[in-house]
């Protein structure tokens, strides 16, 4: 019964690289949230996917940053051309009812750090 | 604008002793509660949620207590091990919509000495 998966669990990249976070969900959820924390900080919403469609993005910054969540596979956090202050721990978390139950689970994290 | 408050970075307490985690928040729309736990380099883990309609929910030695009236909340863990070392986040969620994203604290770090 495999929890919430994430790859890479680290990952460096210089400045104007991109950076591609991954996402497998529980067996049986459909609905993915990513979260990112920053140093000393709790963890900020920052998208909520369906299948196909992405229900909220109001915690996205506006530029560099997208989320997709295909029909098949994971769902991506693609960031574009990483500056430092994208440095931080970005998790996943997955529920099985979207709104009828609030309780999510997480994923391990994936680690970023620019250089 | 912080609405989910966490003010005690740090607890330090002896092992068979019990815990208590605070958490203040400031919008009286939200209306479910979750406690998390995280240990350093893992995710958060689910421990323990609160509806607004209910004042206590009770798992095992975890208890949340939820003030209203006050917007405050509060976790117990008795008596409390040293595997419950970790960082607590309270969180939130607030209707209306379907998102059901969450509003976390900044943490608790707690230390349970044995």
């Known amino acids: 019964n495999a929890g919430v998966m994430q790859n890479p669990r680290h990952l460096v990249r210089r400045r104007g690289q991109e950076a591609r976070l991954r996402c497998s969900p529980m067996?049986?959820?459909?609905?993915v949230y990513w979260y990112r924390q920053l140093p000393e900080e709790g963890l900020k919403f920052m998208v909520y996917?369906?299948?196909?469609?992405?229900?909220?993005e109001s915690g996205m910054p506006k530029e560099r940053f997208s989320a997709e969540f295909p029909k098949e596979g994971p769902s991506i956090l693609r960031i574009q051309q990483v500056v430092r202050g994208d440095s931080a721990a970005y998790f996943c978390?997955?529920?099985?009812?979207?709104?009828?139950?609030?309780?999510?689970?997480f994923g391990p994290g994936t680690r970023l750090t620019v250089t | 604008d912080q609405q989910v408050k966490q003010n005690s970075p740090s607890l330090s307490v002896q092992e068979g002793r019990i815990s208590i985690l605070n958490c203040d928040y400031t919008?009286?729309?939200?209306?479910?509660f979750l406690w998390y736990k995280k240990y350093p380099a893992e995710g958060p883990t689910f421990l323990i949620s609160?509806?607004?309609?209910?004042d206590k929910n009770e798992d095992g030695r975890f208890t949340v207590f939820l003030n209203k009236s006050a917007k405050h909340l509060s976790l117990h863990i008795v008596p409390s091990q040293p595997g419950d070392s970790a960082v607590y986040f309270c969180?939130?969620?607030?209707?209306?919509?379907?998102?059901?994203?969450?509003?976390f604290g900044t943490g608790t770090l707690l230390a349970v000495q044995p």
């Open positions: 996917l369906q299948k196909e469609n992405i229900i909220d």
């Open positions: 978390a997955s529920s099985p009812k979207g709104t009828a139950l609030p309780e999510q689970y």
């Open positions: 609160i509806s607004s309609i209910k």
């Open positions: 919008n009286s729309m939200f209306d479910y």
């Open positions: 969180a939130a969620v607030k209707p209306p919509g379907a998102t059901n994203k969450l509003i």
């Open positions: 067996k049986g959820h459909s609905h």
